[in-house]
């Protein structure tokens, strides 16, 4: 046992004791975020922030940057190499945590989706999202890729939230 202590952190440098329950997960892909649980904030896994009082999934902490690094790297990964390779050492990360983040990143429009069957997931809120979150073999058989830039990049979107609330007076949502 001397020694099993002593090989984790050497095997595991990146591990997170960090469980996400079926209901936490859930509360990513719910309409409205409205009391996320703690462990999505920025003092546990990044994945949202405060904005104006508002909820946002900015991934900025380091479990969804570094899966989000890890699917831009190769370009798109499938779900089931995604997981093994974030189970695995040097990260030894809970398969629900992985879940967490992608959902994250797909909330805040960082990557897009392609299940089995059917259209591209690019939307928390598309047809068929839960439903991918929910069923592990659904997860592990969709590729997950970076978001590709449509014709309104986020600069834009931040331009366009900025004139209406200046000149509108009117305070949009992010998406």
Request: a negative charge; aromatic letters at 10%.
């Amino acid at each position: 046992s001397v020694l099993a202590t002593h090989t984790l952190p050497a095997l595991y440098p990146h591990f997170a004791e960090l469980a996400i329950s079926p209901a936490e997960l859930n509360q990513l892909l719910e309409k409205e975020l409205t009391g996320p649980s703690k462990k999505f904030m920025e003092g546990g896994l990044g994945i949202l922030s405060l904005d104006s009082g508002k909820y946002v999934a900015s991934c900025s902490g380091v479990f969804p940057t570094r899966i989000a690094q890890e699917i831009e790297q190769h370009g798109g990964l499938a779900g089931q190499t995604l997981i093994a390779t974030f189970v695995s050492p040097p990260y030894g990360y809970a398969p629900d945590l992985v879940k967490a983040c992608c959902a994250g990143l797909l909330r805040g429009k960082k990557i897009r989706i392609r299940p089995e069957h059917g259209d591209d997931y690019t939307s928390y809120q598309d047809p068929g999202v839960r439903d991918l979150f929910t069923r592990d073999r659904e997860f592990r058989r969709a590729e997950f890729f970076p978001a590709s830039e449509g014709e309104v990049t986020n600069r834009d979107r931040i331009a366009i939230r900025k004139l209406f609330q200046t000149y509108l007076q009117v305070d949009l949502d992010q998406d």
